[in-house]
């Protein structure tokens, strides 16, 4: 009791002593002027376009915004799913600027992915271009030192970290335990948009950070995801957004973070930014040669861009945070909703984290109740495949209102899931053979359906998923997308839970599109073939067991019984995949249990415990 009692003192003491410590103007002004001594101002180019490369990309989204009148606007649309393809459009992007770059994010990781989008944008920033990176503080450039080096790269580069806890790039385990005792509010509200824009004429938003994982360069664990590149007048409005993000008082210059303001004002200085040091340097070569090599940008990104109408970026205001109460704030997540209660035939969507906000809740039990409901299908994680356990054990708590209340069917992703890892496959045979491959193509794609220059600091290993009973590299959904009738479908950031709901500020882009849409729409029904995914249906039980779960299910606490109302189930080998609603669906699914995959580990019963005792913590995944 003793120690215990010590410990809560001293977590108040650190609570009291950084809550208010800001870096005083004196100390502000000191380090702003250590940076412009030590200011790198030389380029490495002397022409007007600042030595960018020609681009099909940016040519094809100077053409759109030309043809383009406030009448009839005019874009080019092309949806990101290979996660290889989304790397080369960003590295092809940052070297064709000649003006401006900025980029928005919520994870910027110290590993192969981060390393080399950094490199390339110090590149540009030393040819001229202008480039300015905000990044949400928790998860992003945890090394003061490296933000040190950073801030004095060139004058044409500028880092800016948003909501820093207390003051500082860099979060102590105490400063976390601290910040959520005495600040949780203002500490649980990040800024989650993701947004890549050149020459504020041609953007890429989506689910993407800059980490191995989101890349397929994980050996252990990637991510399903998903972005669209958009060129075309949508653009300005991504810059709008931006240069609301970025003026905004959480924005946080190096200069002003505690941290990094110690190191600047130091006598001793690390010197230069060092080159990358990459974990798989033959995998960073070989997304810079495609990068430059015109015949593979035709036929992967250019083969697959549509000329199209309407397109529409939403972004949430960072006042979303500040003031709740104010509409316009919730934009995006306001005209998300009104979309899907829209919904009159189908809504395809795809979400890591299947918990509903209570809007959401409203709206598909509307739809449900009508008198033609809409056909709901919902992509979403398992426990095998998700590194959010607690979340999913929400998701498994409230299957039975899902199934019934919203009429959803849903298909929660296998951890070895076919498709992913034939995608995978020629990136794994450059790294040495995987167990989970099973296949490969010329141009790995994801069609039809967050050491050495940033140090090293893995947090990727914060998020650990369950382990399991079957070995290979294991992959996660992560893409947040929605396709509404066949008609308009969004791509961006939004998990359509209480988190994005209220809490983190979110954006995406909406297609008004049918071949969009289709294109969109195939992807994710990809996603839910049985050899990608379980389906979830009703278990066969005695009515008293079911009478037990129900009311089991509706405690807040001490939701013990084990036997839910639904479980997973498997296709049967020689059978058609059909829907749960399919009178012979018993006949060729089989149940494999509710936690396939998964085996015997703490997260396992932690997940029990969460479902039992955690109904109190929804509003905050």
């Known amino acids: 009791m003793r120690q215990r009692g010590i410990a809560v003192s001293f977590l108040f003491a650190a609570i009291l002593i950084l809550s208010g410590c800001s870096v005083s103007p004196t100390r502000i002004r000191r380090a702003d002027a250590a940076v412009a001594a030590d200011m790198q101002r030389q380029l490495d180019c002397d022409r007007d376009d600042h030595c ?9 989204a100077h053409q759109a915004i030309s043809d383009s009148t406030p009448d009839q606007p005019v874009h080019v649309v092309t949806l990101l799913n290979d996660s290889e393809a989304a790397m080369v459009a960003r590295l092809n992007l940052i070297r064709a600027a000649q003006r401006s770059i900025d980029v928005q994010t919520y994870i910027w990781d110290q590993d192969d992915a981060g390393q080399l989008v950094l490199n390339e944008l110090i590149k540009a920033a030393r040819r001229g271009v202008k480039v300015r990176i905000l990044a949400d503080q928790l998860f992003s450039f945890g090394d003061p030192v490296l933000l040190e080096r950073l801030a004095t790269v060139n004058q044409n580069l500028e880092v800016r970290l948003y909501n ?16 959520i005792v005495c600040c949780f509010m203002t500490f649980n509200q990040r800024m989650h948009n993701k947004l890549l824009l050149v020459d504020d004429a041609i953007g890429i938003t989506g689910g993407r950070n800059y980490q191995d994982r989101y890349f397929d360069w994980d050996n252990d664990f990637d991510y399903v995801d ?42 001793v200085h690390p010197g230069p930014l060092p080159e990358p040091r990459y974990a798989h340097p033959e995998r960073v070569a070989r997304v810079v040669e495609e990068a430059a090599d015109d015949a593979w940008i035709d036929d992967v ?25 104010k509409r316009s704030a ?21 979400t890591p984290y299947l918990v509903m906000s209570d809007r959401a809740k409203a709206i598909f039990e509307r739809l ?21 356990f607690a979340v ?4 498994y708590k409230h299957r039975k209102r899902y199934l019934k209340d919203y009429g959803f069917e849903i298909y929660e992703m296998k951890p070895h899931a076919v498709g992913p890892a034939e995608d995978n496959a020629d990136a794994a045979a450059d790294e040495g053979p995987e167990p989970s491959v099973q296949g490969g193509k010329q141009v790995h794609r994801r069609v039809g359906t967050e050491r050495g220059l940033l140090g090293s600091r893995g947090s990727a290993r914060r998020n650990r998923p369950a382990p399991l009973t079957t070995p290979g590299r294991r992959f996660g959904l992560h893409a947040k997308s929605i396709v509404v009738d066949d008609d308009f479908a969004m791509v961006g950031s939004h998990n359509f839970d209480p988190r994005s709901d209220h809490y983190n500020t979110e954006a995406g882009v909406i297609v008004y599109d049918a071949r969009f849409a289709s294109e969109l729409r195939d992807s994710i029904l990809r996603d839910t073939q049985p050899e990608n995914a379980w389906v979830i249906a009703p278990r066969q039980q005695s009515s008293l067991s079911m009478a037990i779960g129900d009311i089991s299910a509706s405690l807040p606490i001490f939701d013990l019984w084990p036997y839910r109302y639904a479980t997973s189930y498997d296709l049967k080998a020689g059978c058609t995949p059909m829907r749960p609603s399919d009178p012979a669906f018993l006949s060729c699914y089989t149940p494999v249990g509710d936690f396939p995959d998964v085996d015997v580990s703490p997260k396992l019963i932690y997940t029990r415990l969460i479902t039992a005792f955690g109904a109190g913590v929804q509003g905050v995944l």
């Open 330 to 350: 919730h934009e995006f997540t306001t005209h998300l909703m009104r979309m899907v209660g829209a919904a009159q035939h189908e809504v395809v969507l795809q």
């Open 164 to 179: 820093p806890t207390f003051h500082e790039a860099q979060t102590s385990v105490v400063e976390f335990s601290a910040s």
């Open 52 to 60: 960018a490369i020609d681009s099909p990309l940016l040519d094809a």
């Open 226 to 267: 998903r972005d669209v590149m958009v060129g075309g007048p949508a653009a300005r409005d991504m810059a709008t957004s931006f240069e609301t993000f970025w003026n905004h008082k959480r924005s946080t210059p190096l200069t002003h973070l505690r941290d990094v303001n110690r190191y600047l004002l130091d006598s």
């Open 368 to 388: 449900h109740q009508g008198t033609s409901p809409p056909r709901i299908v919902v992509s979403t994680n398992s426990l095998a495949s998700t590194d959010a």
């Open 301 to 325: 990104l250019v083969s697959d861009t549509l000329r199209t109408g309407r397109v529409d970026y939403f972004s949430d205001l960072p006042a979303k945070t500040d003031e709740p109460g």
């Open 392 to 395: 999913y054990a929400l998701s």
